[in-house]
């Protein structure tokens, strides 16, 4: 059973939508190690489960997370738990490749559906790094990213420096991860770090509604786009390899898919632009 004082909340809809929220109000919803391993299991558990097609993730109150706990990191220094290759709870990536825990929990993984991240205050240091995790984030006006960690000199091992600039560019990456500096909603919207900024305390309501959207396109051809999109950006070894990798996981939906969407249009629906009657191909 689920309690309220659990330092993860998961909720789940029957039309398919997954709601993780970090619930540590009492650190600004930083992170440890227990709660990452939590974080790990839910983020896995929303992909293996097949009920459930697209996962928002978000933080409890006003801040979406301010990183790892500090406290527990400082507490690591005279540890009998720190070992080579490893800090406590987390471990180098494993060379093989195989899915691993990161120091945040889920930071290092590849989910196989869409992640939505609803940002409210402050995205700072792992924060920022968990939220890179998302394909969309939605933040609210007064909502605040950063690599806080800099002043601290706690390195950036969640994935951030590989996913930030991949998703900016490397000039905008290298900014913000040589400076530290807070960067607004309004210039995360400008970078392409933000895609929607909303009231505060809209976020999640958001997040809601683009998920529904997401739910109604025919999900194998959604999710092989998005498939190809994240191989384009982190494994393609070349432009070619990039386009075959395309076209061999799209054309794996055409017979699936694509010949009864193509159907539903010569019948009428989906002229003029209109996304009405995608769904349930």
Known sequence: MQSESDPVLVRSTNEGITTITIN????????????????????????????????????????????????????????????????????????????????????????????IGAVAGHAVAGGLELSLLCDIRVVEEDAVFGVFCRRWGVPLIDGGTVRLQAIVGLGRALDMILTGRPVSATEAFSMGLANRVVAKGKAVEEATAIAKQLLSFPQLCMNADRGSCYYSAYQASSFQDALRQEYEKG?????????????????GAGRHGSFKNSSHL
């Open 24 to 115: 540590r109000p009492y650190r600004r919803n930083a992170v440890d190690p227990s709660t990452a391993q939590i974080l790990y299991e839910k983020i896995l558990a929303f992909e293996n489960d097949p009920s459930q097609k697209v996962c928002i993730l978000t933080g409890v109150g006003s801040t979406f997370c301010a990183g790892a706990d500090l406290h527990e990191v400082a507490g690591q220094g005279n540890s009998d738990k720190a070992t080579k290759g490893g800090r406590g709870h987390f471990q180098a990536p494993p060379k093989s490749g195989e899915r691993s825990l990161g120091p945040m929990g889920p930071s290092r993984l590849h989910i196989q559906k869409p992640i």
């Open 251 to 267: 054309v794996e939906v055409l017979d699936l898919e694509s010949i009864k969407g193509a159907t539903k249009f010569s019948r």
